[in-house]
């Protein structure tokens, strides 16, 4: 089963997808939060032993996402739901499905930046998997860096490191 990915270095917090969703659902199963400057979409990532699928007292909670018909809006799956990525709205639990009956996700296509795309997991396992073996193998490109940038690298993350302790 693919996944969305999110990558919120790349988020500029347009809100672009959160829109698409609304429009395709009446409520938007994507939320972006900004924490410190960055911006962070959430999003159900569809967890295998799902603790809102587990507590539903009316086992509205699916495979395939709500089911809005024996949905009491009771708010316990938004309450255990691990990445807050449950909303209740008009007294029923809302949460992405990945959009199964289109092509593509909305919430992919309304990004512009490009920081959501749909991965299967087992190809990036085995991508990761190939690039960590050609590293180890020195079949892969190697990056020399010289002292000179090393020594600035580890200058720079120490004043990081002083720095939070001092914004303590």
Same mark, same amino acid.
């Given at each position: 089963m693919e #996944?969305?990915?999110?990558?919120?270095?790349? %988020?500029d917090g347009c809100l672009d997808c959160e829109e698409a969703c609304n429009q395709v659902y $009446?409520? @938007? *199963?994507?939320? =972006? *939060?900004? =924490?410190?400057?960055s911006f962070y979409p959430i999003i159900c990532q569809h967890c295998e032993?799902?603790? %809102? !699928?587990?507590? %539903?007292?009316?086992e509205a909670v699916g495979? /395939? $996402?709500i089911d809005e018909a024996k949905c009491i809006g009771c708010g316990l799956c938004m309450m255990v739901c691990p990445f807050g990525s449950i909303a209740i709205h008009e007294r029923k639990a809302h949460k992405c499905t990945q959009c199964p009956d289109q092509d593509t996700p909305a919430c992919i296509k309304a990004c512009s930046k490009r920081a959501i795309?749909?991965?299967?997991? /087992? #190809?990036l !396992?085995? /991508?990761k998997q190939k690039q960590y073996l050609e590293r180890l193998s020195g079949m $892969? #490109? !190697?990056q020399k860096r010289s002292q000179f940038v090393n020594i600035l690298t @580890?200058?720079? *993350?120490? #004043? !990081?490191?002083?720095?939070k302790e001092d914004s303590r």
């Open positions: #996944k969305i990915l999110i990558q919120p270095d790349i %988020c $009446g409520t @938007s *199963r994507i939320m =972006v *939060r900004e =924490v410190e400057g032993d799902a603790p %809102c !699928k587990l507590i %539903c007292p009316t495979e /395939e $996402g795309a749909l991965v299967d997991p /087992e #190809k !396992k085995l /991508e $892969g #490109k !190697k @580890s200058n720079t *993350r120490a #004043k !990081k490191v002083l720095h």
